[in-house]
């Protein structure tokens, strides 16, 4: 399977009046986590831009287990689980040091400039 790992620090415009991390700042890592995953391919979600291909979030979750802090350095390891033809799904941990503190998951559809699925480039659903 398809696997990369990011370091995150948590800035301070991303945590709550408490210092923690708002939880909404998780999704917006996990997307950060899976562009560098499609960088590792040598391709960008530009270069599928430009090309009419879009990636969409058709679902996401998260599962929180203990907070994040402000100055945090995490570390998110994302996993792609699961392609089809206009499909792609990956698995999400999240790490302060070696402690899981939350996993997640998405799914992506392919879809045109209009909207409409379409099928994957071949070289991305073989992604898993």
């Excluded at 907070?67 to 790490?95: G, K, M």
């Amino acid at each position: 399977m398809l696997s990369g790992e990011i370091q995150i620090r948590v800035r301070y415009a991303e945590t709550d009046r408490m210092g923690l991390l708002h939880h909404a700042n998780y999704l917006v890592y996990f997307e950060q986590a899976r562009t560098e995953l499609l960088r590792s391919r040598h391709a960008s979600y530009k270069e599928l831009e430009d090309q009419g291909i879009f990636l969409v979030v058709a679902k996401a979750e998260v599962k929180f287990k203990s907070p994040a802090h402000y100055d945090d350095v995490l570390t998110i390891r994302t996993t792609v689980t699961r392609t089809s033809q206009v499909r792609l799904e990956h698995n999400y941990e999240v790490f302060r040091d070696s402690t899981l503190i939350a996993e997640g998951s998405t799914t992506l559809a392919c879809v045109d400039r209009e909207g409409k699925l379409r099928a994957m480039p071949e070289w991305l659903s073989e992604s898993k």
